[in-house]
């Protein structure tokens, strides 16, 4: 049983990462918080390599990614790897949101298909764990 973050806990009640539908939104909360956080991240050193933005926005990308690899420790799953491939798909998803929402531009239906394969690769990577009750075995 994996224990919530003490700042995300407050708005789970169970503090449980693996208990029902408060534990998989509780999951969901944690993927995205850790995507923004890579986002904001490397937006930051492209601000500053591209766009010719101060060095200290450096700083602040370090920050976020130090939050964004500390958040996803706390993804349900004994395996990194399995871990890091269910966030991917929440990834590209928030990804996506962050292009429209922060630089304006909207995702084309490519970008949309693209989002919604990868979200289904997430989803049959998590199902299928549980489904087989452990981790599997090719």
Known sequence: ?????????????????SAG???????LALYVLA???EIAGCSAFWAWRRTGASAWWL?????????FAWLLTFAPSDQAGRAFAAYGGIY????LLWLWL????R????DLAGAGLALLGAVVILLGTRATGGPGRF
């Open 35 to 37: 995507a923004l956080a």
């Open 102 to 105: 922060a630089e304006g531009t």
């Open 21 to 27: 539908l408060a534990g998989e939104l509780a999951s």
């Open 1 to 17: 049983m994996r224990q919530l973050p003490a700042f995300l806990a407050r708005f789970f009640p169970d503090h449980n990462l």
């Open 92 to 95: 590209i998803v928030t990804a």
């Open 59 to 67: 700083a602040g990308g370090l920050i976020c990614l130090v939050l």
């Open 107 to 110: 995702p084309t239906w490519w």
